[in-house]
Nanobody, 116 residues
Framework: QVQVVESGGGSAHPGESLRLSCAAS????????RAWYRQTPGAQRELVAS???????NYADFAKGRFTIARGNAKSTVDLQMDSLKPEDTAVYYC??????????WGQGTQVTVSS
C-alpha cells in the first residue's frame, strides 16, 4: 500500500522558517519528479516547486529566493525549506510524486499558518 505523508507544517511568525518533509512508502517504480503544491480555501492548488531527476528544478515566482526544494536522505522523500515566511504563504501544502510508470501520488497535506 502506498503512503505519502507530509510533516513539518505548523505556525510561524512572518520572517520565520519552516521545513516540510514528505515521506513515501510502498512505491515500487522509480520516482522521477517530486513537487510541492499549496492550496488555500476556494483557490486552485498551485505549484510551489518541483524537482525532476534528471531535469530542472522549478519554483513559482513567489517561492524564488525564499523556498528551497531538495531530495531528502531516503529515496522517496523530498523536503521544502521555507524561509522569510509571509502571511500569504498560509495554505495547506501537498507533496506530489510522479513515477516513470505514469503514477501520481499525493499526500494528505500539511497546514502552514503564518501570522503575527
Amino acid at each position: 500500500q502506498v503512503q505519502v505523508v507530509e510533516s513539518g507544517g505548523g505556525s510561524a511568525h512572518p520572517g520565520e522558517s519552516l521545513r516540510l518533509s514528505c515521506a513515501a512508502s510502498g512505491i515500487v517504480d522509480t520516482i522521477y519528479r517530486r513537487a510541492w503544491y499549496r492550496q488555500t480555501p476556494g483557490a486552485q492548488r498551485e505549484l510551489v516547486a518541483s524537482l525532476a531527476t534528471p531535469g530542472p528544478t522549478n519554483y513559482a515566482d513567489f517561492a524564488k529566493g525564499r523556498f528551497t526544494i531538495a531530495r531528502g536522505n531516503a529515496k522517496s522523500t523530498v523536503d521544502l525549506q521555507m524561509d522569510s515566511l509571509k502571511p500569504e504563504d498560509t495554505a495547506v501544502y501537498y507533496c506530489k510524486l510522479n513515477t516513470l510508470r505514469n503514477k501520481v501520488y499525493w499526500g494528505q497535506g500539511t497546514q502552514v499558518t503564518v501570522s503575527s
